[in-house]
């Protein structure tokens, strides 16, 4: 091995069966990515309790919901060039560290004009995390496996919606709504300390040219995995990862610019689905004449759709091609969409809804934290994570404007037609440009975006 060229990462790490290294590595970097999804799920009941202290008014109130929105906004985009220039370890220690520090200064601060500064700090942490998260993991699970364990983080971060409603719950009434921000951050400091001993991807190490690093790292995985299984299956490829920098303008050059636009739009039809529908359920329902504790008994309820979606997500991802899963994911929503305003029976209500929620995010674990990962060449992954995630973060800040005035012009119909139109437009793309990269090595994908961008399509495996 020549190891001023190359110490072959991708290859390395790609023939490694799964181990308790892979699993200690899921749970750390999910456990942050389930503090930043309790902290983004606790703003609700914190504001309203607030508002009943004098703390805050309704209008300050959301003031401080757009401020966390404008800094998830900024976090997602310099995560990504923060984690492509000095490192994925660097990145997801850094954005924790910030958040945690803003969400441990929330439980002093002394008026509602502090507190809306402190979220805009913890937002810039809470937007980088899913950013860095995502692409940390895939760089490190073996291809046969990816689409299942990136299904399980976001499972693992879902489930901080629960927590944050359940521990929210029963804290806020008896202690406050200060030591909501004071679990988190505490939760944030604990997963920093605990995250200190992770490595640095070897992949991106290679890829800047820090071999040396990489070998002492690819090593250390190698070792652990060999006291676990034994002899490690032989190397069966050589892969030759480009180690010249890439600017952020490769994002935009001919031949990347049409993926840059599908990973832009997946991004964008999340996060409209999700703030577009999910978020506004409790009043659609209010304004369909269900009572407030129907509602939200039933907002609720519909609300286990999100760690379901991640778990259909887990069980198609590695069975199903990408582009054939996603498109398939976008119809289901669009039909479930299409049918859930005629319902009028509050058992259908339910059943529907629930459905349509766990589609929405079953297309949130294969869009936003398989998919558009896979598509960027590792010195540019984060980058383009990250520019990704920010037009979905800008869309919705947007989306609550426009959900009002679709929805006085045209109902819950008007509403769902637009995340249907933006999943129409999102197939159209998937089909037209989108590469295949179910079982394929993160190297060869990036081989292929040219030729795919070009017209022909990549085959799985190749």
Same mark, same amino acid.
């Given at each position: ?17 799964? +181990? ?19 902290? =983004? ?35 997602? #985009?310099f995560a990504g060039y923060f984690g492509d220039r000095f490192g994925r370890r660097y990145s997801y220690q850094a954005n924790l560290l910030i958040f945690g520090l803003a969400s441990l200064g929330a439980t002093i601060a002394p008026s509602i004009e502090a507190l809306t500064l402190l979220r805009v700090i913890m937002g810039v942490g809470l937007g980088a995390e899913v ?9 490190? !699970?073996?291809?046969?496996? %990816? ?30 709504? %200060? ?9 944030? !400091? ?8 992770l490595p640095e991807s070897p992949r991106w190490l290679e890829s800047v040219g820090r071999t040396e690093e990489a070998e002492r790292v690819l090593e250390a995985i190698e070792a652990s995995v060999r006291k676990e299984h034994g002899a490690l299956p032989l190397v069966t490829r050589t892969d030759h990862p480009r180690s010249a920098p890439m600017p952020l303008s490769a ?6 610019? $049409? ?5 832009? /739009? ?24 269900? $009572?407030?504790? &129907? ?45 859930? $305003?005629?319902?009028? +029976? ?5 059943? =529907?809804?629930?459905?349509?929620? &766990? ?7 294969? @869009? ?11 010195? !540019?992954? /984060?980058? @383009? ?10 869309? +919705?800040?947007?989306? $609550? ?6 929805? %006085?012009?045209? @109902?819950?119909? @008007? ?19 989108? =590469? ?5 090595? /993160?190297?060869? !994908?990036?081989? #292929? ?14």
């Amino acid at each position: 091995m020549n190891m001023a060229r190359t110490v072959n990462a991708g290859a390395r790490l790609d023939r490694l069966p799964i +181990s308790v290294f892979h699993r200690r590595l899921l749970w750390l970097v999910g456990a942050g990515a389930f503090v930043d999804a309790f902290d =983004v799920y606790l703003a609700g009941g914190a504001m309203a309790k607030m508002v009943q202290e004098a703390f805050s008014t309704v209008d300050a109130n959301a003031w401080f919901l757009s401020a966390g929105a404008a800094g998830m906004l900024v976090g997602a #985009a310099f995560a990504g060039y923060f984690g492509d220039r000095f490192g994925r370890r660097y990145s997801y220690q850094a954005n924790l560290l910030i958040f945690g520090l803003a969400s441990l200064g929330a439980t002093i601060a002394p008026s509602i004009e502090a507190l809306t500064l402190l979220r805009v700090i913890m937002g810039v942490g809470l937007g980088a995390e899913v950013v860095v998260a995502s692409g940390t993991l895939l760089e490190f !699970i073996p291809p046969l496996h %990816r689409g299942r364990w990136m299904s399980l983080l976001v499972i693992v971060v879902n489930c901080g919606f629960l927590a944050s409603t359940v521990i929210g719950y029963f804290v806020i009434p008896a202690l406050g709504w %200060r030591w909501m921000f004071g679990i988190a951050g505490l939760g944030a !400091i604990a997963v920093w300390a605990a995250r200190k001993g992770l490595p640095e991807s070897p992949r991106w190490l290679e890829s800047v040219g820090r071999t040396e690093e990489a070998e002492r790292v690819l090593e250390a995985i190698e070792a652990s995995v060999r006291k676990e299984h034994g002899a490690l299956p032989l190397v069966t490829r050589t892969d030759h990862p480009r180690s010249a920098p890439m600017p952020l303008s490769a994002l935009f050059a001919s031949r990347m610019l $049409p993926l840059t636009i599908l990973g832009a /739009l997946t991004g964008v039809s999340t996060f409209v689905a999700i703030f577009s529908f999910v978020s506004w359920l409790p009043t659609f329902m209010l304004k369909a004449g269900f $009572p407030v504790a &129907t509602s939200l008994g039933f907002s609720t309820v519909m609300s286990v759709g999100a760690p379901l979606g991640g778990l259909v997500g887990f069980f198609i991802a590695d069975r199903m091609l990408r582009r054939q899963s996603i498109v398939l994911t976008c119809l289901a929503i669009i039909v479930l969409g299409t049918i859930y $305003p005629l319902l009028r +029976s509050s058992a259908a209500v339910l059943i =529907v809804g629930l459905a349509l929620v &766990t589609a929405i995010y079953t297309f949130v674990a294969l @869009g936003i934290y398989l998919y558009v990962p896979e598509l960027f060449p590792t010195s !540019i992954r /984060l980058r @383009g994570t990250g520019f990704c995630s920010m037009c979905g973060r800008a869309a +919705s800040i947007a989306s $609550p404007f426009v959900v009002v005035l679709a929805y %006085r012009r045209a @109902g819950l119909t @008007g509403v769902l037609m637009i995340v249907c139109g933006l999943l129409g437009l999102l197939i159209c793309a998937v089909l037209a440009v989108g =590469v295949e990269t179910m079982s394929s090595s /993160l190297e060869h !994908i990036s081989e #292929a975006d040219a030729s795919v961008t070009d017209g022909a399509a990549a085959k799985p495996g190749h």
